[in-house]
């Protein structure tokens, strides 16, 4: 199965850099790593791709690591180890922002640990909170992440570098909402350009 995957890659490796197997990343853009120097800051809270900038719900998903702890220690030991690696390994990086990516594109190893503590959050909460409520907020998050998408798709906000947050926040509550047919054909337009 690996094999599969991986020789079509290592085929196009060869044939786009003339070797089997690189790190794209480097070889197209100068990847440097400085492990004692790391952007642990910027990966969290900058406009430029920062994790819970562009994915505010994360800030849930990380509180409920307590509760996740108090019901599988070994398996939150494990999630969280691989967090704080990847973290460490992104921050590392003159590329932590992921250049052009939406969102924290980096971070894609750790989804299971940002919603199993999403769920621990939730289901803790839920003992407070009814279900509706819960329900509505996780709706505001989707359609916050649906319409910061839009915004990017139609460069509304900058593919890669800082954004400005003002800007970004007076799109999503009033820019997009005021445009939503023009920006549903913009989209349908380039899907069928594609």
Same mark, same amino acid.
């Given at each position: 199965?690996?094999?599969? %995957?991986?020789?079509?890659?290592?085929?196009?490796?060869?044939?786009?850099?003339?070797?089997?197997?690189?790190?794209?990343?480097?070889?197209?853009?100068?990847?440097? +790593?400085?492990?004692?120097?790391?952007?642990?800051?910027?990966?969290?809270?900058?406009?430029?791709?920062?994790?819970?900038i562009?994915?505010?719900?994360?800030? +849930?998903?990380?509180?409920?690591?307590?509760?996740?702890?108090?019901?599988?220690?070994?398996l939150?030991?494990?999630?969280?180890? !691989?967090?704080? =690696?990847?973290?460490?390994?992104?921050?590392?990086?003159?590329?932590?922002?992921?250049?052009?990516?939406?969102?924290?594109?980096?971070?894609? #190893?750790?989804?299971?640990?940002?919603?199993?503590?999403?769920?621990?959050?939730?289901?803790? %909460?839920?003992?407070?909170?009814?279900l509706?409520?819960? #329900?509505?907020?996780?709706?505001?998050?989707?359609?916050?992440?649906?319409?910061?998408?839009?915004?990017?798709?139609?460069?509304?906000?900058?593919?890669?570098?800082?954004?400005? %947050?003002?800007?970004?926040?007076?799109?999503? +509550?009033?820019?997009?909402?005021? !445009? %939503?047919?023009?920006?549903?054909? #913009? =989209?349908l !337009?380039?899907?069928?350009?594609?």
């Amino acid at each position: 199965g690996v094999a599969a %995957l991986i020789l079509p890659l290592m085929l196009f490796w060869r044939i786009v850099y003339g070797q089997w197997i690189i790190n794209t990343y480097a070889a197209a853009s100068g990847l440097v +790593f400085d492990p004692f120097h790391p952007h642990l800051r910027e990966v969290l809270f900058s406009s430029d791709r920062g994790l819970l900038i562009w994915s505010p719900v994360l800030v +849930f998903s990380l509180a409920g690591t307590l509760p996740l702890w108090r019901r599988d220690r070994g398996l939150t030991a494990l999630l969280v180890t !691989n967090f704080v =690696l990847t973290y460490w390994l992104v921050a590392s990086s003159n590329m932590w922002s992921g250049l052009v990516a939406f969102g924290a594109r980096h971070f894609v #190893a750790c989804a299971s640990y940002f919603a199993l503590g999403l769920a621990a959050f939730a289901d803790r %909460l839920g003992r407070r909170v009814k279900l509706p409520w819960l #329900a509505a907020a996780g709706a505001a998050f989707i359609v916050w992440n649906f319409l910061l998408i839009i915004q990017y798709a139609l460069e509304w906000v900058p593919r890669g570098g800082e954004v400005d %947050l003002a800007t970004m926040i007076v799109n999503q +509550f009033r820019v997009v909402p005021e !445009n %939503l047919t023009r920006i549903f054909q #913009a =989209l349908l !337009n380039r899907l069928n350009e594609s």
